[in-house]
Nanobody, 123 residues
Framework: QAQLVESGGGSVQAGGSLRLSCVAS????????MGWFRQGPGKVREGVAI???????DYADSVSGRFTISKDNAKNTLYLKMNNLKPEDTAMYYC?????????????????WGQGTQVTVSS
């Protein structure tokens, strides 16, 4: 069965950087749309970035230019490099895999989810 395991979260000061990783197993990683989502306290889950099976990417306006999504098909691993972090980036970050064919930053299109990794940014 499919499994996604995130790592790399932590506490940083504003302006700092983190790199999140997500190791996937139990399905054909390279053929799926992959995404990073986040959910802050009292907020709805939002799509941060997605990467298609072909490597095309899309970002939320709030992170564009600061975050970079990438993947290594040989390692079945998804990454999110986060630079110039801001306090408003504080959230639980989740990776997700979608096999429906439509690769967009919208949670219902994703089939498998990780347990999340916490990112906390202090001012």
């Amino acid at each position: 069965q499919a499994q996604l395991v995130e790592s790399g979260g932590g506490s940083v000061q504003a302006g700092g950087s983190l790199r999140l990783s997500c190791v996937a197993s139990g399905y054909t990683f390279s053929t799926y749309c992959m995404g990073w989502f986040r959910q802050g306290p009292g907020k709805v889950r939002e799509g941060v970035a997605i990467i298609t099976s072909g490597g095309s990417t899309d970002y939320a306006d709030s992170v564009s230019g600061r975050f970079t999504i990438s993947k290594d098909n040989a390692k079945n691993t998804l990454y999110l490099k986060m630079n110039n972090l801001k306090p408003e980036d504080t959230a639980m970050y989740y990776c997700a895999a979608g096999g429906s064919g439509l690769c967009v930053r919208h949670p219902p299109y994703f089939d498998y989810w990780g347990q999340g990794t916490q990112v906390t940014v202090s001012s």
